[in-house]
């Protein structure tokens, strides 16, 4: 470095660093009160005039040497000077804008502050604190004469009467006070303070010559902010000697001390500090306004000298690693991320193109990671959209502000809505979905709150969800609360057409929640029939006992007193001995249906003919059969199953039982048993199905879905183990049996026609191969089955 340039160098510090010290200094108290300019304003001023010649003497100078290198025709001295006179202009021509637009600014600011209405709005403030103060210092004070008064009218004063007195109208603390101001009596305050404070000498006379009193106590900041008693009123009233039995020369005061809202306080006390504040800021207006546009004008100065002494220094540095980065940059904003050249010096700009070098790379190296990442996550949430597709469960995933963020086809096949069109909506808004949404939601608040014994961010219930045709699904709900991992964006998904169960996309909010159900309604009704099989066979073995001894009693008895009694006692005696013996005869009836159903045999399975079977059952209702009230329809050439005889001839009894018990009080009633073939496309056997069709009332809808469970049933005189039992049969046989209502022209929504009930059999004597014992394929659905039991 030659000298000339390091004496710039040396005078380009210097000049700065004072420059940067004084602006520093008047900055750092620009937002201090007017004292301190009013102490300091001269010598400020001739500081800040100083610099600003000090500066103007360094630019002199600087271009001074500039004009000598350019007429010594050095290289570089035309550059020189034209970046000393480009970085000047564009230093000096918006320094002179933003100047002239702050000093406009600043001395109409100033005057702003000081504005007419802005005094007049701090002193009407000020009045209206004092004013709502008096208005409630009057006001303890009457109620301190009214409290006077009416211990006036009181045979004698205790605790008990002050502390009503005092609720009576709503004081804060009261007391008895003796003519010294000694506390007497005392009630309300804090319980654990002990007795209030004695008034002050001064309240206390101006109460003994007027007759009450009232001040505002303790009305300061370090009151305010302490927190214990804060701001209060004090009230005194003189009470009438006649009121308390004293002598002529003594004299009792009642004291009200009522506290300041804290609010009212707080903001009288920040209208007080800020009128104070402004009238000091007032006086020093002038002031303030010459020290602003001193410090605008010196740093526009300073400004100016900054723009030419860098062109002068780093002109001839700054030219080629510019043009170099530039390159660089266009190269890298149109995706060129190949190596870079590096400009050959060891100062700051050859370091920032060796870095400029470095971060390319680095940058093409992230790019390639980033690349890889993303088709790893894609690849990833590819599997995890498969896994969510395939799941049985429904899988349901809330943001943070409780709004459906993802699903998938198990959510919308268990509670049957088309969930993917309500995304960004609360499961809540779904029809028939509140009472699940609501208990949801509870249980993820108490696991937020107040989690169970075991639970660790996540918890699981089971909620009956009623639907609109009345049937109850029992869903065994699981809820997890995810882990907040920061904000993700989701990718842009073209929304689902209308009604497409297809599982939606998105990744989980911060913290989101994850709810996992599953549909355990069959499940539970299993759990159901095991228990009523339990109670069924306790019951059988109880009551089956002491039946044969009650009826061989009774008959014992009409054998041994019919013949030694006459008229009216013999035929109470008949009566009351038949009356036992059926409704013995009656229970052993239900004794048995609940052994059967209790204690139903293994099925033996052999080859069987099921049109054999249902045309022996027919046989028994021959008179139905001619009356036209049942008929059959049995294809022929029906495959040989495999079955118990006795047991499915006891299905088939029942069914027919069932529905012409259905039918019975309708005149039209008819009762159809048919039998049939489930083939595929191509031929293939499925199923051999036994189906019972009657055009009674059909099935209620709350006892549609649980049809096949132990006692339930509509029939007044009924047991509602039939169907129970046809289930077990089946469960038996492998087979799958359905009940549903029929419906006028087929509408789900219309009338209901009469029901169905069948029963779909896939062991078969024979398969299509030809092998014996083979099971066929799962049976097709049939069009129109509601239920379906397994």
Known sequence: MTSSARWGWIVALVAGTGAALVLAFVLSFSSQGGGFYERHFVWLFWLNLAAAVLLALVIAVVGLRLLLRLRRGKFGSRLLLKLAGIFAVVGLLPGLVIYTVSYQFVSRSIEAWFDVKVAGALDSGLALG???LAALANDLRGKALMAAERLAESPAVSPLVLERLRVQIGAGTAALLAANGQVLLSAGGDTGAGPPERPGALLLGQARAAGSASVVESLDEETLAAGTQGPRVRALASVPRSSITL????????????PVPRALAANALAVQAAYSEYQQRALARDSLRQMYVGTLT????????????LAIVLGNQLAKPLLLLADGVRQVAAGDLTAKPVFASGDELGGL????????????EARGQVQRGMQQLEGARTRLQTILDTLTAGVIVFDREGRIDTVNPGATRILQRPLSAWRGRRLSELPELEALARGVEQRFELLATSPEAGERDQWQESFDLVRGDGATLTLLVRGAQLPDVGPQVAAPQRPPPEGDPAPSGGRAAPGARLMVFDDITEIVSAQRSAAWAEVARRLAHEIKNPLTPIQLSAERMRHKL????EGADQALLLRSVNTIVSQVQAMQTLVNEFRDYARLPAAQMEPLDLNALAGEVLALYGQAQDNGLLLARLEPALPRILGDATQLRQVIHNLVQNALDAVADRPDGQVEIITSVARGENGELHAVRLTVIDNGPGFAEKVLKRAFEPYVTTKPRGTGLGLAVVKKIADEHGARLRAANLHAGDQA???????????SFSKFAVTPAGTAGGAGAIPAPVPGDATQVH
């Open 749 to 759: 929504d219309g009338p209901v026609t009469g029901a169905r009930v069948s029963l």
């Open 298 to 309: 010196l740093t526009l100065i300073l400004a100016v000298f900054a723009a030419v002494l």
């Open 353 to 364: 193109t060796r870095s400029f070098a470095d971060m390319t790379a680095q940058v093409a």
């Open 562 to 565: 019919e013949a030694k009694l």
């Open 130 to 132: 004092k004013d709502t």
């Open 247 to 258: 002598s002529a020369g003594d004299e009792r005061f009642v004291m009200l001390v009522q």
